[in-house]
T-cell receptor
Framework: GAGVSQTPSNKVTEKGKYVELRCDPI?????LYWYRQSLGQGPEFLIY????????DSGLPNDRFFAVRPEGSVSTLKIQRTERGDSAVYLCASSLAGQGTDTQYFGPGTRLTVL | GENVEQHPSTLSVQEGDSAVIKCTYSDSASNYFPWYKQELGKGPQLIIDIRSNVGEKKDQRIAVTLNKTAKHFSLHITETQPEDSAVYFC?????????FGTGTRLQVFP
């Protein structure tokens, strides 16, 4: 079946602009995760959804970052007043039930460049 | 919180040789340890994982070992092939999120 998909694949924006990144998880997966990967680093956790609710948002760096999952499927990561330091690849993953030992399947990522 | 260290950062081997990547973790409550392979421009792909109730798992040319007492786990790739060239990440989880190592760039020369 289809894997996790993310759009757009690339996004270039100017400092101070607002951006939205979209994630479509694997059908039937109740858990959805956002990670951020800077060049040469491993992915870093941002936020985790169980169904429609954010169960853990401890990784969001500041209040410019916000994510929603209104119907328990597609999720949108929103970044306000973008800064050059926000440039990274934003990865989305989903798992079947969100248990700590569930496999997380990753999408291809959205490469965000803030000029 | 959990901290995962990964070594080496780069590894070059001749085709057919074995490759070993090692990781250590800090949180004794961690109970799930996946390994991901990431190719350029793609998302991480799970290649093997191990849960804390076993010490070793093997899948064809890939094996993972876990030492809970020492809090370290390792990835072993035997009979390496050029298509094994990629960046490999270890991770640990004790709850809802994965904590990743910094990655190992593996190059397999024909």
């Amino acid at each position: 079946g289809a894997g996790v998909s993310q759009t757009p694949s690339n996004k270039v924006t100017e400092k101070g602009k607002y951006v939205e990144l979209r994630c479509d998880p694997i059908s039937g997966h109740t858990a959805l995760y956002w990670y951020r990967q800077s060049l040469g680093q491993g992915p870093e956790f941002l936020i985790y959804f169980q169904g429609t609710g954010a169960a853990d948002d401890s990784g969001l760096p500041n209040d410019r970052f916000f994510a929603v999952r209104p119907e328990g499927s597609v999720s949108t990561l929103k970044i306000q007043r973008t800064e050059r330091g926000d440039s990274a690849v934003y990865l989305c993953a989903s798992s079947l039930a969100g248990q700590g030992t569930d496999t997380q399947y990753f999408g291809p990522g959205t490469r965000l460049t803030v000029l | 919180g959990e901290n995962v260290e990964q070594h080496p950062s780069t590894l070059s081997v001749q085709e057919g040789d074995s490759a070993v990547i090692k990781c250590t973790y800090s949180d004794s409550a961690s109970n799930y340890f996946p390994w991901y392979k990431q190719e350029l421009g793609k998302g991480p792909q799970l290649i093997i994982d191990i849960r804390s109730n076993v010490g070793e798992k093997k899948d064809q040319r890939i094996a993972v070992t876990l030492n809970k007492t020492a809090k370290h786990f390792s990835l072993h790739i035997t009979e390496t092939q050029p298509e094994d060239s990629a960046v490999y990440f270890c991770a640990a989880s004790s709850g809802d999120k994965l904590i990743f190592g910094t990655g190992t760039r593996l190059q397999v020369f024909p």
